[in-house]
């Protein structure tokens, strides 16, 4: 009998100190009571030992993890007799049992239940116990198929087959094409198309690209009937022209007689250039509460006419802002109401106003606000106090914004950095400034009684810059 068990795999469990061992079979001896392993592991590791002999005073239990397929299922009485030559008469009051698992490795014994061998033992509770275990443990075979213990999950199956072989990479990368799935992705190829019940669609669509028939878009959306000779062009691309200065004026006037008084203009005036200049002058990254001790300096320059009235405007804006302002108003025996107005809600600001170029600031200010010109009124240039304020302004070699200026042959007696119109422009001459333009707030069918074809260039803003195309 001890020949039918030959060729066959088993674990031997000798203990905690010597561990679990598992190997093929290759002797038993009854006399001796020893068995044989051929190509053993210990715990899972390859023994150095080509076979291990394990005597059976130290096997704690034994179990079969594949079976030799030459083995036959032995009778009731043979089995008994195979343990109880095999197991010695000292360990006869332990209950270990040795179980052989289903037979994987041939299909004969495919449907054999699993021969559990119990020891035979007097009778007693370790006696009914090992038969118990037994029928559950046929019962749970025959109803879901054998169950796999620990160590056959770990141990039993070989892991080191392929491990040798290389992973070929470029045989891999050979079958992805990544040509046509770029140009799939880009949309640069030809462009897959499916057909459905509403006609072809196209499969995907690029970033750039609407699903939605858009109309062209129409850039020239502002025509007037007298051109000023020049263009200029919004971000987006719009085109603004710039109307002569008699359109401007008669423009202005009918959006008084609607309703868009001078006050009103005024005031929209200094709020979109007062917004201008905090940009300018560094807007929140400037004004901050921790930045009081470095609040900026604008001077004011300004005459007594609209233009000037302007100006005041915008200071009243930027010291409600914070800003450190100083007014620029020469002493005249008479000035025009909006000035007077102006320089009253001016006065309750508490900055500072100067009637002499003597107590302006000597060193470079943050910005010069610009406002001594006229439309109405060119000689003024020919005044001391306008070219004492033009000269001042060019060696402090601060940045200046210019709002609303008057345009003629003559050359700017200040150099602005800056240019603010009001409405629409007017054709400034080719200088190094840049052009910006502010909504004051005049309807569109007050332009069409000028006959100015308008819509408004503006979009989220009040005031844009315009480009010199």
Not at 144 to 170: I, L, Q
Not at 275 to 284: D, I, R, S, V
């Amino acid at each position: 009998m001890a020949t039918d068990w030959l060729g066959s795999v088993v674990s031997i469990n000798c203990g905690l100190t010597l561990g679990i061992y598992q190997g093929e079979v290759s002797s038993v001896d009854h006399a001796s009571q020893t068995i044989s392993l051929r190509q053993p592991y210990n715990n899972g590791v390859r023994c150095p030992l080509p076979e291990v002999t394990f005597s059976a005073i130290d096997i704690k239990e034994l179990k079969f993890l594949d079976i030799q397929n030459t083995v036959k299922k032995p009778s009731p009485g043979q089995r008994a007799a195979t343990e109880s030559s095999f197991i010695p008469s000292a360990r006869h009051g332990q209950s270990n049992r040795v179980a052989l698992p289903h037979v994987t490795s041939s299909s004969s014994h495919s449907s054999t239940a699993p021969i559990t061998i119990l020891r035979r033992a007097p009778t007693g509770p370790s006696n009914s116990r090992g038969a118990t275990q037994a029928t559950q443990k046929k019962n749970s075979v025959r109803n879901g198929g054998p169950t796999r213990t620990r160590d056959d999950e770990c141990f039993g199956a070989g892991t080191d087959e392929n491990m040798d072989a290389d992973f070929d990479f470029e045989g891999n990368l050979a079958l992805f094409d990544k040509a046509a799935v770029f140009s799939q992705i880009g949309g640069t190829g030809s462009r897959a198309q499916h057909h459905n019940t509403q006609g072809d669609q196209p499969l995907s669509y690029r970033h750039d690209e609407n699903i939605l028939e858009a109309k062209p878009v129409i850039y020239r959306q502002i025509t007037v009937p007298q051109h000023g000779g020049k263009e200029y062009c919004t971000d987006s691309g719009l085109v603004v022209p710039s109307v002569p200065y008699e359109l401007h004026k008669r423009l202005l006037a009918a959006a008084e007689r609607w309703g868009l008084s001078l006050e009103r203009r005024l005031e929209m005036t200094g709020v979109c250039s007062s917004q201008m200049a905090l940009t300018l002058l560094g807007g929140p990254n400037r004004l901050t509460p921790k930045n009081v001790h470095q609040r900026p300096t604008v001077v004011l320059l300004c005459g007594p006419h609209i233009q000037g009235a302007q100006g005041v405007s915008c200071g009243r804006h930027l010291a409600n802002h914070g800003v450190e302002v100083i007014l620029f108003l020469p002493n005249f025996v008479k000035m025009q109401e909006s000035v007077t107005g102006e320089v009253h809600l001016y006065s309750k600001t508490s900055s500072k106003q100067v009637a002499s170029v003597k107590d302006l600031p000597t060193s470079p200010v943050d910005l010069v606000i610009n406002c001594l010109d006229c439309h109405e009124n060119p000689l003024l240039r020919e005044q001391s106090w306008y070219q004492s304020a033009a000269d001042w302004s060019n060696q402090n070699r601060a940045p200046v914004l210019s709002i609303d200026p008057a345009i003629g042959g003559q050359h700017q007696a200040v150099e602005a950095k800056w240019t603010l119109f009001l409405g629409l422009p007017l054709p400034l001459a080719d200088t190094e400034s840049r052009v910006y333009l502010c909504d004051v707030g005049i309807p569109k069918l007050v332009f069409q009684e000028v006959g100015i074809c308008y819509h408004s260039p503006f979009g989220c803003k009040f005031v844009i810059p315009l480009h010199t195309p």
